[in-house]
């Protein structure tokens, strides 16, 4: 059974940083891209960043690029995503998931599944 679980998510000043992380079990990671997501009240689930199945190509929403890094250690079952420069924008939801198919599609929620149950990131003086 494919399960992803999120975690190190908090509240955090503005400028600060966080690190998530999405462990997965059931499945093998190597073979599949695996995205973060994010979801603010009132807007719709977001690609933030994602990468392919062995780590070579990976995506960011202009939003956050240069301060987010998604990195993945497929031995550990894990995928984290480095957060920094964090702004009251990038409140939201975080979710993990994955797209299995062989190829790097990029970064759209509709094209992912078996997510994880999220992990809240509160950037707020």
């Known amino acids: 059974q494919l399960e992803l679980v999120e975690s190190g998510g908090g509240l955090v000043q503005p400028g600060g940083s966080l690190t998530l992380s999405c462990a997965a079990s059931?499945?093998?990671?190597?073979?599949?891209?695996i995205g973060w997501f994010r979801q603010a009240p009132g807007k719709e689930r977001e690609g933030v960043s994602c990468?392919?199945?062995?780590?070579?190509?990976?995506t960011y929403a202009d939003s956050v690029k240069g301060r987010f890094t998604i990195s993945r250690d497929n031995a550990k079952k894990t995928v984290y995503l480095q957060m920094n420069s964090l702004r009251p924008e990038d409140t939201a939801v975080y979710y993990c998931?994955?797209?299995?198919?062989?190829?790097?599609?990029?970064?759209?929620?509709?094209?992912?599944?078996?997510w994880g149950q999220g992990t809240q990131v509160t950037v707020s003086s």
């Open positions: 998931a994955v797209d299995r198919t062989p190829s790097f599609r990029g970064c759209n929620p509709r094209l992912y599944e078996s």
């Open positions: 990468v392919s199945g062995r780590g070579g190509a990976s």
């Open positions: 059931g499945f093998i990671l190597d073979y599949w891209a």
